[in-house]
């Protein structure tokens, strides 16, 4: 009792409400008993928070490792309560002047830790942070500008959905706060669906500021399919291998070039785990944004490793797999649209005769949707079909279009646009409609970014993005062809539920809101590297006031406008513009000596 | 006492080959103390040059870190470079003759010293060119008939003619490795030293080369032991070599590959009769010590910039035919590198001091000498026109030194 009251005295001084709710909840979610150190531990649900034996030494070499990697400046933000041993370890290894945030997800908990363990002498220099997360996370971001979360994960996996949702919501705030440019290089397919999202994601970065340097392989789509008039299957595997081979140690030569900080590939993007071994190598981050579907398209098992930050268009299952499978960071980013390019069009009364159908259906000739598709045909409404792959289409035939040629972006564009109901069913190689669809395809974000109006089937992903007031949702092929005779029948409402779903698009689903969410989540994870550049640290304003132990530098900084990222080559640049008879003071010298070594290349190939 | 500093960080061939120029300094100012910067790995070797006083090391490998390590501030990579020159306590330089014609070079010649000869003379960010090292990029790009050789033109860039004596290397008091010391110091012999490595893969002599010339050398000199040169990276090709030797032959090969260091091989070389090699840093090395060079010079080498310096080498150049060397690793024979094409039996010859034919159908023979203008080469011991011209070179880029500048150097 005294120690608790001692405690509460504590946090009287820092939180009068929060010491009041102290007093107030219940208590026991944690179970106490004494380690064979003496010290109290804690369980919950039959599993240790802290060792049994001697927690104080298992929170001291949990905190020498997790401080390995913190810098000054930062602001150390830690999930994870039980008894806090962690957290005084951390208070007492680190300077004073050093912020310490903890996360109190549930309050019960932080009660019954405090009646056990005294807060003297370290607790009184910890910030506690109590209400929703949304609330904790603003907190955060108002309180720092570079965070380092540190997770205590024996404790914090008691609450692993709610500690989820806190780096949500941080990621989120801290996306807002971004006002440093990096330089990306994205590297794209040589051919394929992700090959449009390559060049979206481009325009997307570039339109947020960024230096973008895109590593376009789909020039070189003509020689991969020339490799296709080799007859033997397994030489034409092996030749096409190579193929890809060297097209990532060109993607390496362009980082040797031009080093970015951060390289972002698509889906099929060729690089190697050679190639990303030589980026780790030489501490350029690497991430994968992989839109496929994970239980499909499986070579992302021999990559796993390679990446630093996976991005997944599925949930749940999808990050467990990646996790298990040793993924060091891997975060849920769905698929989203391009506003320049997937926007209502006014079609002329040509394209309007070709494209225009009551009902349509575009993409690829997958089992389900030949299973599913010959339903619609044969009724009182104009039926196209679009899209490759539908060789043998029996009864579609008489629907399909252009003899099933490939559609490109602007085509299926004007198909959007001068349909009426588009269809859109996610491809599965069984019968009907996938019983685990959970992802969301490019088609939804697009249809939507058209202002067209859509009949989709039912993805567990699909209401967190679009409600059913912007599309028709179907559970079951069953319902396709009632539904789409109530909607064609209804153009007033499909052009209301179509124009709402635009709206949607346009303030959360653009590509530009997914590269915010993604930049958030790497810089969150590397607060020294990118999350500094992110939030304006490389700014020539910054670097100056920074500039404390070379006062020499401060004017050759000053030359840039004070929001201008400002690198080493920036500096020497500068330098070097001023003339052959220019005299040199030391620092500069050493500027230009230290750029003449950046530059070497010698063993990056 | 005023200190200069001679600044060379290019490979141990280009450090060996400036020996002649720290002599002709400190002999021209033996008041003022002479020291040298070289890259780390050669600081050992640089210790042993006679002619200077103290050497500092150049570490690019820690440069590189300071440049490259991510997410520093331009202030914090600042501070860490002035730690790295305060850390090797660099006395202040009244003056610092710079060899190298590239921005390292001239940056740390600035860095060091307010007074800079050579190239960067005009200032740090000056591309003109003193008159020397003018001509030594000019000959680089266009050889010519220059006659010139490399360590003169690098006395020259200094402003000092190149010395009365040939340098040379003495052997320092160094523990041998017990195999070593039994064959350097052991009963009489001729000791030829074999140079397994080139630093570009266009001047390795293919393994098929080096067997027949043991094997020849074996046959050919009676109590003739042979020695293998190289740094860590020829340990392979070494063993590859010691493995497709004869039996017979084996006891008369010593693998020094990766097994010594400078001071040690500075110390066998001196023991060393003959030294034989492409245009290598240990082939230079071997002259200096004492030993005679006979060098193959194929690819870009050219025995009249860079032969072995002094008196007595010789140089079988390449002339005419297909293009030698291995492109490849050592193991391999390369297409028009069999030993038939390669001066073999010759060199034998003439470590035997028999009479050779000084041309074959690819390779001509090349003799040095040297006079007040320095080294050259002579075929059948006649110079020719374009020796002679060497006076004619040196009396006009000497004219071409600023004089106030020459007479602030000599202060």
């Given at each position: 009792m005294h120690v608790l009251k001692q405690n509460i005295g504590i946090l009287r001084h820092q939180d009068q409400v929060l010491a009041a709710q102290i007093l107030q909840v219940p208590g026991g979610t944690l179970s106490i008993q004494p380690a064979k150190s003496g010290m109290p531990t804690a369980l919950v649900n039959s599993r240790y928070l802290h060792s049994a034996y001697d927690p104080v030494r298992e929170a001291a070499r949990w905190a020498e490792e997790r401080l390995k990697d913190c810098q000054p400046g930062e602001t150390i933000v830690v999930l994870g309560v039980g008894l806090l041993y962690h957290v005084q370890a951390l208070r007492e290894m680190l300077p004073h002047d050093h912020v310490i945030m903890v996360v109190v997800a549930d309050l019960s908990e932080f009660a019954d830790c405090v009646s056990v363990r005294s807060l003297e002498g370290w607790g009184e220099r910890v910030m506690w942070l109590t209400g929703s997360m949304t609330d904790m996370a603003a907190r955060v971001t108002q309180n720092a500008k570079r965070v380092r979360i540190l997770s205590y994960e024996p404790a914090a996996t008691v609450y692993h959905d709610a500690y989820e949702h806190f780096r949500l919501q941080l990621r989120d705030h801290l996306a807002q706060q971004l006002s440093g440019a990096l330089h990306i290089m994205v590297v794209g397919p040589i051919y394929g669906g992700s090959l449009p999202i390559a060049r979206y994601v481009v325009n997307a970065l570039e339109g947020l500021g960024h230096r973008v340097s895109w590593v376009d392989h789909s020039p070189h789509y003509a020689g991969y399919q020339s490799l296709a008039t080799i007859r033997d299957h397994r030489l034409r595997l092996t030749v096409q291998q190579r193929l890809s081979d060297t097209l990532g140690v060109i993607s390496l030569a362009h980082v040797a070039e031009d080093p970015p900080d951060l390289v972002l590939a698509l889906s099929q993007?060729?690089?190697t785990m050679a190639v990303l071994e030589q980026m780790r190598r030489k501490k350029v981050l690497t991430a994968m944004w992989f839109v496929e579907n994970f239980r499909h398209l499986t070579y992302w098992q021999q990559m796993?490793?390679?990446?630093d930050f996976w991005f997944v268009m599925q949930q749940a299952a999808c990050l467990d797999t990646f996790r298990k499978a040793g993924a060091k960071q891997v975060s849920y980013l769905p698929l989203a649209a391009e506003p320049a390019i997937h926007q209502p069009l006014t079609l002329t009364p040509q394209e309007q005769q070709e494209f225009g159908a009551d009902v349509s259906f575009l993409g690829a000739g997958y089992w389900n949707r030949r299973h599913i598709l010959p339903s619609l045909v044969g009724h009182g409404w104009t039926f196209k079909l679009w899209g490759n792959?539908?060789?043998?289409?029996?009864?579609l035939e008489t629907v399909l279009?252009?003899?099933?040629a490939r559609i490109d972006t602007p085509t299926s564009v004007k198909i959007f646009n001068a349909t009426s109901v588009n269809i859109n069913v996610h491809s599965y190689t069984g019968d009907g409609f996938d019983p685990e669809g959970d992802g969301v395809n490019p088609r939804t974000f697009e249809l939507a970014g058209c202002g067209a109006f859509q009949v989709v089937d039912a993805r567990t992903l699909l209401p967190a993005l679009f409600d059913e007031t912007m599309m028709a949702v179907i559970d079951g092929p069953d319902k396709l062809l009632s539904t789409v005779q109530t909607y064609l029948h209804e153009p007033a409402r499909r052009m209301s539920m179509a124009a709402s779903s635009r709206k949607r698009v346009l303030e959360a689903h653009t590509y530009a809101h997914r590269m915010k969410t993604l930049l958030g989540a790497v810089g969150m994870a590397s607060p020294d590297r990118l999350g500094a550049i992110l939030q304006g640290e490389r700014h020539a304003g910054s670097l100056v006031a920074r500039s404390m132990k070379s006062p020499e530098l401060i004017p050759m900084l000053k030359?840039?406008?004070?929001?201008d990222r400002v690198e080493l080559v920036d500096v020497a640049r500068n330098i070097r513009k001023k003339g052959p008879e220019a005299k040199l003071n030391r620092e500069e010298l050493l500027i230009l000596m230290m750029d003449e070594y950046r530059q070497e290349k010698r063993d990056f190939l | 006492m005023s200190r200069a500093l001679l600044i060379q960080l290019a490979r141990l061939g280009d450090l060996v080959q400036s020996l002649p120029v720290l002599t002709a300094l400190q002999s021209a100012h033996p008041e003022r103390a002479l020291d040298l910067l070289c890259p780390s790995p050669l600081v050992s070797l640089g210790e042993i040059f006679p002619c200077v006083d103290r050497v500092y090391p150049w570490n690019g490998e820690q440069w590189h870190e300071v440049a490259t390590t991510k997410m520093m501030d331009a202030d914090q990579r600042l501070v860490q470079a002035k730690r790295y020159l305060s850390g090797y306590a660099f006395p202040t330089f009244s003056l610092a003759y710079n060899l190298n014609n590239h921005p390292r070079g001239i940056l740390a010649a600035h860095v060091l010293s307010g007074l800079v000869v050579g190239p960067g003379e005009h200032g740090p960010l000056n591309p003109t060119l003193p008159a020397w090292a003018d001509y030594l990029r000019q000959i680089a790009h266009d050889r010519g008939s220059n006659r010139v050789h490399l360590s003169d033109a690098f006395c020259g860039l200094c402003q000092v003619l190149p010395p009365s004596d040939i340098p040379y290397l003495k052997a320092p008091e160094v523990q041998l490795p017990l195999e070593l010391e039994r064959m350097v110091n052991g009963q009489p012999s001729t000791l030829i030293g074999i140079v397994l490595g080139a630093g570009d893969a266009d001047r390795r002599i293919p393994l098929s080369v080096w067997q027949d010339l043991i094997a020849a050398c074996a046959e050919h000199i009676p109590q003739s032991y042979l020695f293998l040169i190289g740094g860590e990276g020829e340990r392979e090709a070494a063993l590859a070599l010691e493995h497709r030797l004869p039996g017979k032959y084996l006891n008369r090969v010593v693998n020094g590959c990766g097994r010594t260091s400078f001071p040690q091989l500075v110390g066998i070389l001196n023991r060393c009769q003959w030294v034989v090699g492409s245009d290598t840093g240990p082939l230079h090395l071997g002259a200096m010590c004492g030993a005679r060079a006979i060098g193959w010079y194929f690819s870009r080498a050219r025995v009249h910039e860079t032969g072995p310096y002094g008196v007595g080498h010789y140089v079988w150049q390449y002339e005419r035919g297909q293009p030698l060397g291995s492109p490849d690793d050592h193991g391999t024979r390369a297409?028009?590198?069999?030993?038939?094409?390669?001066p073999v039996l010759e060199t034998v010859h003439l470590m035997g001091e028999e009479k050779v034919n000084a041309t074959t159908d690819e390779w001509d023979l090349w003799i040095s000498h040297r006079d007040e203008w320095g080294a050259f080469y002579t075929r059948d011991d006649k110079p020719d026109e374009a020796v002679l011209r060497r006076k004619d070179t040196w009396e006009t880029l000497s004219r071409l030194v600023n004089q106030d500048f020459r007479l602030e150097v000599s202060r």
């Open positions: 993007a060729p690089l796993v490793t390679g990446y792959e539908w060789d043998n289409p029996g009864m279009q252009r003899e099933g030359q840039f406008p004070q929001t | 297409a028009g590198s069999s030993s038939a094409h390669w």
